[in-house]
C-alpha cells in the first residue's frame, strides 16, 4: 500500500470519489468503471475481508493512521487529502474521514445463489438506497441465507446502502432476476414456497402460515416497493399473502424495512426452532 499525499480535488487519480452525493453521476460512473465506494473503516475492513479488491483508499489527514496496519495487506494506493480537499472532492464533510473504491464482482446466477439457501428474501423495485441497506442488515442479522431482487430495486453497493448495512451487503449472498415477468418461477422451481408481505384483506398472519414450517422447508419472502407494496402480478403468484398483525389506532402496516426484520425474525425461528 503506498501512501501519496495529494493536496488538489482535480487531482485525475481522486475520480472515483468525486460528487458522491450526486446519485445520477455515480450510477453512470460507478457502472462504467465497475466500482463501487465504501465508507468508514469498519465498512472498508469488511469489504476487504469479504475478498473485494480496492482500486484505492482515501483518508483524511486527521485519520491518516487509521489502516496503518493493512499497509503489508492491501495492494492499492492510499491518498491522504486536507479535510477541505476531501471535503471539495466528495462534496460534503467527511466525517468518518475514510473512503474506499473497490472493484465489484459479478453477480451469481439466481441458481447457483439459491443452492444452499432455505430462508431467502425477494425484493420487488424497492428503489430507495437507504432501506435496500437496511433490509439487508436485518436479513444478515437474523439469519436469513440470501436475497433476491427484481431488475429495477437499488444497487445493494450504493454508498448509502452499503453505510446503512454496515457491510452486510459484502457477507450475505444476492443476485437480481433477469425478468422480472417470469422470475418468481424460477424459485418457486427451486421449491420455495413464496409468500407475499401484504396488508391486504386476504392475508393471513405471517406466525400463521409459517405454523408446522420446519427448518429444511424452502420459504421465500416478498417485499415490495415503498408505499404501494408488491404489484398485482407478484402478489398474484404468491403462494401465501401474509400479514405482520397491528395493534390497532389506524396503523395497518409498518414501513418496508421495519416490516422486513420483524418477518426476518419470524423465518429465523422456523429455521431454527429453539430460538
Same mark, same amino acid.
Do not use: Q
Given at each position: 500500500?503506498?501512501?501519496?499525499? !495529494? +493536496? $488538489?480535488?482535480?487531482?485525475?487519480? #481522486? *475520480? /472515483?470519489?468525486?460528487?458522491?452525493? &450526486?446519485?445520477? =453521476? ?32 482515501? !483518508? +483524511? $489527514?486527521?485519520?491518516?493512521?487509521? #489502516? *496503518? /496496519?493493512?499497509?503489508?495487506?492491501? &495492494?492499492?494506493? =492510499? ?48 428503489? &430507495? ?147
Amino acid at each position: 500500500m503506498k501512501v501519496i499525499e !495529494l +493536496t $488538489e480535488a482535480a487531482d485525475p487519480r #481522486l *475520480a /472515483d470519489y468525486v460528487r458522491l452525493r &450526486d446519485v445520477n =453521476l455515480r450510477k453512470s460512473l460507478e457502472s462504467v468503471h465497475g466500482l463501487f465506494l465504501a465508507e468508514g473503516e469498519k465498512v472498508i475492513r469488511r469489504a476487504l475481508r469479504a475478498g473485494y479488491a480496492p482500486r484505492s483508499l482515501l !483518508l +483524511t $489527514e486527521r485519520r491518516r493512521d487509521a #489502516l *496503518a /496496519d493493512l499497509e503489508g495487506e492491501v &495492494d492499492a494506493p =492510499l491518498y491522504v487529502l486536507p479535510e477541505p480537499v476531501a471535503r471539495s472532492l466528495v462534496g460534503f464533510d467527511l466525517h468518518r474521514g475514510v473512503l474506499g473504491s473497490f472493484h465489484r464482482k459479478p453477480l451469481p446466477a439466481v441458481a447457483d445463489v439459491l443452492a444452499g439457501a432455505r430462508r431467502v428474501v425477494v425484493l420487488e423495485d424497492i428503489v &430507495d438506497h437507504t432501506n435496500v441497506g437496511a433490509i439487508f442488515r436485518s436479513a444478515a442479522g437474523l439469519g436469513v441465507d440470501a436475497v433476491v431482487m427484481a431488475p429495477r430495486c437499488a444497487d445493494p453497493l450504493y454508498r448509502r446502502s452499503v453505510k446503512v448495512s454496515m457491510g452486510a451487503v459484502f457477507t450475505l449472498p444476492y443476485t437480481r432476476l433477469d425478468d422480472w415477468f417470469g422470475g418468481l418461477e424460477t424459485l418457486r422451481a427451486l421449491d420455495f414456497r413464496l409468500l407475499a408481505l401484504t396488508p391486504g384483506p386476504d392475508s393471513v398472519t405471517l406466525g400463521a402460515a409459517l405454523s408446522g414450517t420446519g427448518p429444511t422447508d424452502r420459504i421465500a419472502l416478498m417485499l415490495g416497493t415503498e408505499g404501494d407494496g408488491l404489484s398485482a402480478r407478484w402478489s398474484e403468484l404468491a403462494d401465501t399473502r401474509v400479514r405482520i398483525p397491528m395493534a390497532g389506532r389506524d396503523i395497518d402496516s409498518l414501513n418496508v424495512t421495519a416490516a422486513a426484520a420483524i418477518a426476518c425474525h419470524e423465518l429465523l425461528r422456523t429455521a431454527h426452532p429453539a430460538n
